[in-house]
T-cell receptor
Framework: AQTVTQSQPEMSVQEAETVTLSCTYD???????LFWYKQPPSRQMILVIR??????QNATENRFSVNFQKAAKSFSLKISDSQLGDTAMYFC????????????FGKGTKLSVIP | DAGVIQSPRHEVTEMGQEVTLRCKPI?????LFWYRQTMMRGLELLIY????????DSGMPEDRFSAKMPNASFSTLKIQPSEPRDSAVYFC???????????????FGSGTQLSVL
């Protein structure tokens, strides 16, 4: 069974600064996919960024980037130039690549951007 | 498209009552998921439909829970009778493909906050 661990229940960052959210996972799969989802107060889960395990290059989406360390089973999210709208819960998630449809989520990190 | 639409947004009921949560997936999506979110357990998959057919309901907690998808544009999750431990946020999500999170994005609704007193 796969597990996803987010060790930081809460974090805060000053507006315009950079923050990194941590995520580790455990799996015996060789090919899989990792995700970061954002859940603002509106509750809707929004995909922030996606990484395929067989790709060595770290994914980036505008101000969001990941540091994917496959050997260490680590998948951290870096948010640059933090904005007030980044305040939300952030969930790390995992799915095996072998035809699975079931996402395994971490417990989340509550990020507060301080003006 | 309006996205995945869930109703009601909030539901407060008394223990023992029947509760029905509703979901309208994005038009053209053939995969639909129901998730439950609690503080203790996080997000858990309850049931997965593909082309209106339940494929995996192993996450449904017990017989009090049932889900249906009578057509491609509508799904329900029913709890009967409801209990206080069912209090949670229930999400519906849809996607174009059977492996939604690899080739296609998974779109979530805004969830239903259920409180069972």
């Amino acid at each position: 069974a796969q597990t996803v661990t987010q060790s930081q229940p809460e974090m805060s960052v000053q507006e315009a600064e950079t923050v990194t959210l941590s995520c580790t996972y455990d799996t015996s799969e060789n090919n899989y996919y990792l995700f970061w989802y954002k859940q603002p107060p509106s509750r809707q889960m929004i995909l922030v960024i996606r990484q395929e395990a067989y790709k060595q290059q770290n994914a980036t989406e505008n101000r969001f980037s990941v540091n994917f360390q496959k050997a260490a089973k680590s998948f951290s999210l870096k948010i640059s130039d933090s904005q007030l709208g980044d305040t939300a819960m952030y969930f790390c998630a995992f799915i095996p690549g072998a035809g699975s449809y079931q996402l395994t989520f971490g417990k989340g990190t509550k990020l507060s951007v301080i003006p | 498209d309006a996205g995945v639409i869930q109703s009601p947004r909030h539901e407060v009921t008394e223990m023992g009552q029947e509760v029905t949560l509703r979901c309208k997936p994005i038009s053209g999506h053939n995969s639909l998921f129901w998730y439950r979110q609690t503080m203790m357990r996080g997000l858990e998959l309850l049931i997965y439909f593909n082309n209106n057919v339940p494929i995996d309901d192993s996450g449904m907690p017990e017989d009090r829970f049932s889900a249906k998808m009578p057509n491609a544009s509508f799904s329900t999750l029913k709890i009967q009778p409801s209990e206080p431990r069912d209090s949670a946020v229930y999400f519906c999500a849809s996607s174009l493909s059977i492996r939604p999170t690899t080739n296609e994005k998974l779109f979530f609704g805004s969830g239903t906050q259920l409180s069972v007193l």
